[in-house]
């Protein structure tokens, strides 16, 4: 895929082609013309560089620099949380987890852990609705790794298959995808797409699932207006997918695999950039959007 750094690359050989037909023309040439014929390869190779360059959106991977501009512009806040606060919920968050018999029970149990969240995150700027789904996103995090660990991380990853387990079916019926997440520390984008649905359902918020070209994610309705959630890159966005508003903003939220723990994945921090670029670039967004799905249509497992 196209990136800053292939452009940068293909301006240098780009130049250097120049050069040395700067210098074969040299050979049949008055030499008094070399010069200007190398200044002016130069100049033009520069600017067209430069134009190139300038004109760069990138799709995946943002530089430092970038990716300052882009929360400038579009007004991105990062939420912070102490992580060995957040390690000792995720200590907890399992031992529920392990006691529960089945989704409503454990998302009810786990309530306790949704209240601390939000006190660790009281000093942001939501909604209280808003400030409940982040710590739903939040606590989400802390379930399992997304997709396998290098040398496996080109494989399937997810709670229903991955390089720990064989894939398996849903023919015990029951709560075969709540076992899944008892038993499994590895999930992708479905996953925790499924889970939060899970969780905004319990606590009766109106929600769908937003399925773009090679990932999934969530969409909420507070009072009648649309947001998005994405809980496996930590994002909520004061807008819908398909919004073409430009007045809104994106929260980063603490997220357990992109800190030191059992489920840290470097691979989350470019996701995450990737997913910003998507969100604040309706272009992009409308060129990867395949539908909306209802949240009671869906069923991965």
């Known amino acids: 895929m196209d990136s800053l750094n292939e452009r940068r690359l293909y301006f240098i050989i780009a130049f250097v082609v120049l050069v040395i037909v700067s210098l074969l023309v040299n050979r049949f040439v008055n030499k008094k013309y070399t010069r200007l014929v190398i200044i002016f390869s ?4 520069f600017y067209i560089s430069y134009i190139y360059i300038k004109n760069y ?13 882009l929360k400038k512009k579009y007004n991105i806040k990062r939420v912070m949380m102490n992580p060995k606060v957040l390690s000792e919920i995720s200590n907890n968050n399992f031992k529920i987890l392990n006691s529960s018999k089945d989704y409503n029970s454990y998302i009810e149990n786990a309530d306790t852990l949704l209240v601390t969240l939000q006190k660790e995150l009281s000093e942001n700027n939501y909604s209280p609705k808003l400030h409940q789904v982040a ?24 709670l229903s298959q991955n390089y720990k387990s064989k894939k398996t079916s849903n023919n015990g019926g029951g709560n075969y995808d ?7 520390r590895i999930g992708c984008c479905t996953d925790y797409a499924y889970i939060m649905s899970k969780f905004l359902n319990f606590y009766k918020y109106k929600n769908r699932y ?6 999934i994610l969530n969409e909420f309705q507070v009072d009648g207006k649309w947001y998005m959630v994405d809980a496996n890159t930590g ?3 004061t807008k819908s997918f398909t919004s073409d508003k430009s007045n809104f903003q994106i929260f980063y939220l603490p997220h357990f695999g992109m800190m030191d723990s059992p489920v840290y994945r470097p691979d989350l921090v470019t996701f995450r950039e990737f997913m ?10 409308d060129g990867i959007f395949i539908k909306y799905i209802a949240e009671n249509e869906y069923q991965p497992y």
């Open 42 to 45: 130069i100049s033009i190779s």
């Open 57 to 69: 959106k990138p799709y995946v991977s943002l530089t430092y620099h970038e990716l300052y501009n």
């Open 135 to 158: 710590s739903i996103s939040v606590l989400i995090s802390t379930l399992f790794a997304y997709g396998n660990p290098i040398p496996y991380s080109d494989s399937v990853g997810c």
């Open 178 to 184: 709540f076992q899944l997440l008892k038993e499994n």
């Open 210 to 215: 937003v399925l773009i070209s090679g990932h």
């Open 235 to 237: 994002i909520l966005a």
């Open 276 to 285: 910003s670029n998507v969100i604040c670039d309706q272009k992009i967004a």
